[in-house]
């Protein structure tokens, strides 16, 4: 074959990839729907979420800024059409008036790579309303109760391990401060043991915190699984067990549950919480085994979801309202002085009032508002017309409700980079439609584990304030650099704050 013969065979072949590539480009446009001109394989985005570590949520708020007037701005995931929805009309519609059509997320899903991928979040359908009505179990108000009492037990283990820490440097590194105490609330209240996080001791608790750093905070592994799990799902699910240390986190999680099931029958030992759950999922599984596998490693994924879902969320909620205190000091205050006129010193809580406190409320309201999760997705189970429009979806069409995007938009909350937990008086929420804040979503997809939560990092704050002053000091650094995770928000650098007894 001649030069120009491969010439022409490279240009025909460049012409049907480059057709391939472009197929879908005009779906919004056919539809009337504005947005972003789609760029092939998003190559100027890619190279700035590669080199210039672009935050998934500004990347987001860019296109939903880009586009005021609309309830609707379609854009490109490669060469996936996504719909925004940024109306607060459709966006009830979608999450709970017809949340029954679009009950699946907008994720794929690769078992065989990453056994998490087994729990709730990332399950569809059936399986999906099956493993809620189960899960559910662990956050009755009973099991509430229990576990108010388990957090009280973790915290007073908290203040002794601060205490002693404060006595070798008042400058304290709290990502692993916080890390440490939820990672022992977890343990005492979920799964029944103590992980020892908040002692000297070599133990399974290290294990438990670097497992969740790597899978949620290093930019580079979560962006590379996301372009894999997104792009490549079937050759992902296919390799990625060896990968981003995916087999060691299975291996231990399950070997983790094995043996703690293990010994509880051989001692015939009983505790109401997650781990005596997944043993009756096993003994009895009812119409769940009719649709998947009721393995070990099945029920160590659902360890591992609640883990990083419980875990991670109420550790950074906690963290990022402690560096909006430190920068904040009349709020802190404030808080402290309601905090303080409640309880007494060494006063403790009673699990009826813990929600009495309107000012604290305020305050963590504000801080998800300022540091959400980056969006919800949802996946159509059915084509679908949104009422009152002339657009109709397909079937399986990916949604995104920015959430970032809708926090930080100043018609909604003026000066939205400003931490201000007035925002959320009374009067203030009541002024605004309840679409307008999304922290744990809303419907039938709705975070089981919101009011644990909730307790978890409220408790952990009264402790805090109660007997200690935050500050910044030379360590702190200030400019919040987000990472590349597209579903938190917490910054790369570690937050370094001064820690002060008050008595």
């Keep these: 074959m001649g030069n ?3 010439l022409c065979g490279f240009g025909i072949f460049s012409f049907l990839l480059y057709c391939y590539l472009t197929a879908t480009f005009n779906f919004w446009k056919k539809r009337g729907i504005p947005g972003p001109k789609p760029v092939l394989l998003m190559f100027n985005v890619m190279k700035d979420f590669i080199f210039k570590n672009l935050f998934v949520g500004k990347f987001l708020k860019d296109i939903y800024d880009a586009y005021e007037n609309t309830p609707f701005i379609g854009f490109f995931y490669l060469q996936e059409p996504i719909l925004m929805i940024k109306d607060p009309k459709f966006i009830k519609d979608v999450l709970i008036k017809d949340s029954s059509i679009f009950y699946n997320r907008d994720l794929n899903s690769c078992p065989k790579a990453e056994s998490s991928h087994h729990f709730l979040f990332y399950a569809s359908g059936l399986k999906a309303q099956l493993l809620k009505t189960k899960l559910s179990l662990a956050f009755t108000p009973n099991k509430y109760k229990i576990m108010f009492c388990s957090i009280l037990e973790s915290l007073e283990r908290f203040d002794d ?68 799990t997104n792009t490549v799902p079937q050759v992902y699910n296919l390799f990625g067990y060896y990968m981003f240390d995916n087999a060691k986190m299975t291996e231990f999680f399950t070997d983790l549950a094995i043996n703690i099931m293990e010994q509880r029958k051989k001692h015939a030992t009983s505790k109401h919480d997650v781990v005596r759950l997944l043993m009756e999922i096993k003994e009895n599984p009812g119409k769940l085994a009719e649709i998947t596998d009721i393995t070990d490693e099945f029920l160590a994924a659902q360890l591992i979801g609640l883990f990083v879902a419980g875990y991670e969320t109420s550790s950074t909620t906690i ?28 006063q403790k809580p009673e699990c009826e009032d813990i929600n009495n406190l309107s000012y604290l409320d305020a305050v963590f309201k504000e801080t998800l508002r300022k540091y959400p999760v980056i969006n919800i997705g949802r996946k159509s189970l059915s084509s679908y017309t949104f009422k009152d429009t002339k657009l109709t979806i397909p079937k399986d069409q990916n949604i995104i409700i920015p959430v970032y995007a809708i926090h930080h938009d100043p018609k909604i909350y003026p000066n939205p980079e400003v931490y201000d937990p007035e925002r959320f008086t009374k009067e203030a929420i009541q002024s605004r439609d309840p679409m307008h804040y999304i922290s744990f979503g809303y419907g039938s997809r709705y975070c089981i584990g919101e009011r644990i939560g909730i307790l978890q990092t409220k408790l952990a704050l009264i402790s805090i304030l109660q007997k200690y002053k935050i500050d910044v000091c030379q360590k702190t650094i200030t400019s919040y650099i987000f990472p590349t995770s597209p579903f938190i928000s917490i910054s790369i650098n570690p937050i370094i704050l001064k820690i002060t007894k008050i008595y």
């Design 161 to 228: 391990y601060l205490e002693e820490l404060l006595s070798k440097d008042d400058c304290v590194n709290c990502n692993n401060l916080i890390n440490k105490l939820t990672a022992d609330m977890f343990g005492r209240g979920f799964i029944g043991i103590d992980l020892n996080t908040l002692t000297k001791e070599t133990n399974k608790g290290n294990t438990f915190l670097k497992y969740t750093k790597d899978a949620m905070r290093t930019s580079w592994k979560s962006l590379i699984k996301t372009l894999l």
């Design 319 to 346: 963290l990022n309202t402690l560096y909006e205190l430190a920068l904040n000091q009349n709020i802190q205050d404030k808080l402290r002085e309601e905090i303080q006129n409640n309880y007494n010193k060494n």
């Design 4 to 6: 120009f013969e491969i």
